[in-house]
């Protein structure tokens, strides 16, 4: 459908029922409440009135008249201001073709309110919806978490469930770490030590026996 084709005004025009005519006395009795052929036309053609389904509700609405194809309800679609197919709902009582302000005869399409479970063409619009409300409530929930985490272990500021195990195995591979190094810190100072001592006991004996060569020496010498 073309741009030129969409009749915007059409949606000025809805109003909710809590029925559709039942018989042609009473479609012609509305019909003439609506008083839709005073209203501009749409690209050329003319408005009449239709009690059609829009949404989960029934309404009246003056748009322009179309064919419904396809053994299928129709419904009224106000991103085009038209009364369009509802392939989502079938109904084995529709002709393969029919007007679209005869929608109104079929009482499978324009019956009691459907419940909200059954399958439509706005049902994944609601599913939609859904889906991003449950993950604003996810974002809330998280949200709250974190303030909590945040009063209550200010330490633990940035940390979450997935993460948590891993900070705990990382403290402990810091503390073990920390400890070898300790242990090989302690190595190291014993073995400088001893071998400082080593190195000092040589000194001396070194000493002792430069002392006692030159006392040699000289009463050998005398």
């Known amino acids: 459908m073309q741009k030129i084709d969409i009749c915007y005004e059409t949606n000025n025009t809805l109003g909710f029922v809590s029925q559709c005519p039942k018989n042609d006395s009473l479609f012609q009795e509305r019909s003439r409440r609506k008083n839709c052929k005073t209203l501009p036309q749409c690209t050329g053609e003319p408005l009449v009135y239709h009690c059609v389904r829009f949404r989960e509700e029934l ?3 003056c748009a322009p008249r179309g064919l419904i194809t396809g053994f299928c309800c129709a419904l009224f679609d106000e991103g085009v201001g038209r009364v369009v197919e509802d392939y989502f709902n079938p109904c084995s009582d529709c002709p393969f073709v029919y007007q679209s302000d005869d929608v109104s005869k079929y009482s499978k399409c324009v019956g009691k309110k459907k419940d909200t479970s059954t399958p439509g063409r706005y049902k994944k619009y609601t599913a939609i919806a859904d ?31 997935a993460t948590k195990s891993f900070t705990v195995m990382e403290g402990k591979d810091i503390q073990q770490k920390g400890k070898l190094r300790e242990g090989h810190f302690v190595s190291i100072s014993f073995a400088t030590l001893v071998l400082l001592v080593f190195i000092i006991w040589l000194s001396v004996r070194y000493q002792k026996h430069v002392t006692q060569c030159s006392s040699s020496s000289t009463e050998d010498w005398i």
Do not use: G
Request: net charge neutral; charged share 20%; proline share 6%.
């Open 131 to 161: 889906k991003n409300n449950s993950f604003e409530t996810s974002k809330v929930l998280i949200s709250q978490r974190s303030s909590f985490a945040t009063v209550n272990h200010p330490v633990m500021l940035n940390e979450t469930p």
């Open 59 to 61: 309404v009246e609405v």
